[in-house]
């Protein structure tokens, strides 16, 4: 599987609609992933592109025919539904599909992980005080900004909007139980991803020691939250890991220049690729190694099989890397000597990443040459020098 673009509505497009400007029939074959069920303007279009699947989050129509129902309204949103209900019946079968049941244990491998992350170790080792009960608080926080986001409180309400939108048969149990609880459980999972990038202590992304942001043509830092967001997909990436002890995600973006507009909602930000740390496409299981370096014997180690996830992200990106633009990868763990020549090598011209393993040289991996990295503007997760006390 190949991620080849990620797009958000903007003013005045849906992202469906994005979504066709920009690939128009290349579509065909793809599976595509909302973060609501498509309304009827989108789906017909989709459809027609010839699109293997769409998997979407049951929510965002249902919030306004929550309006609706609340209301008793006949609007435009119940039509809308209906219309959508009918495409889908009148196609393929199992083209539209509702979120899948995750992985058993998942939340609590997220959870874990997210505590032992890069982002969080960095605060602990500069604040030993930040325990673990300040990021379930600050988990709380999001937990509920995303619930507000993302789910309908009342379980009746949530019954009668499925049933208006031709999902009856979920409204039985066990089924509507079990939605229920997919769903809350993707909220804590994304919950928990984003507290482990956490926006507190003045922590964010800055430029390193050595790097320095004006030797390279007029590029700027981009904002915190757009940086915690991309770190954030990146860190999403990473529990698609095939190693079995870390699993590390990348993401490639680049900004396109200042007089350029654009129809898609990321404004002028578009998705370059992204990857993670895996064993060459089409491996089965056991077909290499999964020892660490703890393993004696040096053959039986997985070091040299695991492509990275940058090289993951630059071998299988959509798009090629203009020199003349801001071009940045974002990773979860300091690029290791492997691929930080391959990272300047393509031309890339920031880095926002981890630095736990910074200068660290391990048995069969090191990262040295990232301090040393020239002509690329690198930012990581620190405290801001200003605020630091
Ligand atoms: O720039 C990098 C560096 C490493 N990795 C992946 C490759 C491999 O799957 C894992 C190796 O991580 P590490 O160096 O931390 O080794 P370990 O044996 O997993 O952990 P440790 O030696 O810290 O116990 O991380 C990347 O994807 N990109």
Redesign the pocket.
């Known amino acids: 599987m190949k991620i080849i673009d990620l797009h958000c509505s903007s003013r005045a497009l849906h992202a469906g609609q994005v979504a066709v400007i920009k690939h128009g029939s290349r579509l065909k074959d793809c599976d595509l992933y909302f973060s609501r069920k498509p309304c009827s303007t989108c789906l017909k279009m989709i459809v027609n592109a010839g699109v293997n699947r769409i998997s979407y989050w049951p929510a965002d129509p249902e919030m306004s025919l929550e309006q609706e129902v609340s209301n008793h309204s006949n609007g435009d949103a119940k039509l809308d539904a209906k219309a959508v209900e009918r495409l889908k019946s009148n196609s393929r079968a199992h083209v539209c599909v509702l979120l899948q049941p995750l992985a058993c244990n998942i939340v609590q491998f997220v959870e874990e992980t997210s505590l032992k992350c890069d982002f969080i170790q960095n605060i602990l080792r500069k604040y030993p005080d930040f325990s673990t009960a300040l990021f379930y608080d600050y988990r709380q926080e999001k937990i509920k900004e995303y619930e507000a986001l993302f789910l309908i409180s009342d379980n009746e309400k949530h019954k009668e909007i499925l049933r208006l939108m031709g999902l009856e048969n979920l409204c039985e149990n066990p089924y509507f139980i079990n939605l229920r609880q997919n769903m809350k459980e993707l909220v804590l999972i994304l919950s928990t991803v984003a507290s482990s990038v956490p926006n507190c202590y003045d922590f964010g992304f800055y430029l390193s020691d050595n790097s320095i942001e004006s030797d390279i043509p007029p590029y700027h830092s981009i904002s915190q939250d757009i940086t915690r967001h991309c770190i954030i997909q990146a860190r999403l990436l990473a529990y698609r890991s095939e190693?079995h002890?870390?699993g590390?995600g990348a993401v490639i973006w680049a900004e396109r220049s200042s007089n350029t507009t654009d129809c898609d909602g990321t404004g002028s930000m578009y998705f370059l690729g992204c990857g993670y740390?895996a064993f060459p496409v089409g491996s089965e299981y056991a077909d290499f190694p999964n020892m660490?370096?703890k393993q004696k014997d040096r053959e039986i180690r997985?070091f040299r099989y695991?492509i990275?996830?940058?090289q993951n992200a630059l071998t299988f990106r959509s798009r090629e890397i203009k020199p003349d633009e801001k071009s940045m990868i974002f990773?979860t763990?300091c690029?290791?000597d492997e691929?930080v020549p391959l990272i300047k090598g393509a031309g890339i011209k920031q880095v926002y990443a981890g630095d736990v393993?910074i200068g660290k040289k391990?048995a069969d991996?090191s990262y040295l040459r990232f301090a040393e990295l020239k002509g690329v503007s690198k930012y990581a997760w620190q405290q801001n020098s200003h605020c630091a006390h």
Do not use: F, G, R, Y
């Open positions: 190693d002890k870390i590390v740390n660490d370096d997985k695991i990275h996830a940058e990773v763990k690029p290791c691929c393993d391990k991996i």
